[in-house]
Nanobody, 122 residues
Framework: QVQLVESGGGLVQAGGSLRLSCAAAGRAFYTMGWFRQVPGKEREFVAAISWGGGSTKYADFVKGRFTISRDNAKNTVYLQMNSLKPEDTAAYYC?????????????????WGQGTQVTVSA
């Protein structure tokens, strides 16, 4: 079992930055990722990182602006978000899965956090 707790969300102006954190309790041998969701829309993939950190995957709409990283000593994955846009406003969810990047970048990933809200004002 893995429990995931996100933090770091908040209100920021367009062009600003935020860093989200996701602390994992339990086993740390998991690929981890981030999704986001706005009300009325399906949850969408943002970024994912392999357990060793050597492989990453990003949605096209965040490439060059967001960076995913992890610190396995702290059982934590991060999402550094720069050049934020109002359309980045969403609840951001951390997830984890033992089956690799393909699984963690899908809605069928095994474990999910409760989410943290990010609001970007124009």
């Amino acid at each position: 079992q893995v429990q995931l707790v996100e933090s770091g969300g908040g209100l920021v102006q367009a062009g600003g930055s935020l860093r989200l954190s996701c602390a994992a309790a339990g086993r740390a041998f998991y690929t981890m990722g981030w999704f986001r969701q706005v009300p009325g829309k399906e949850r969408e993939f943002v970024a994912a990182i392999s357990w060793g950190g050597g492989s990453t995957k990003y949605a096209d709409f965040v490439k060059g602006r967001f960076t995913i990283s992890r610190d396995n000593a702290k059982n934590t994955v991060y999402l550094q978000m720069n050049s934020l846009k109002p359309e980045d406003t969403a609840a951001y969810y951390c997830n984890a899965d033992s089956r690799g990047l393909l699984a963690v970048s899908s809605l069928s990933a095994a474990y999910w956090g409760q989410g943290t809200q990010v609001t970007v004002s124009a």
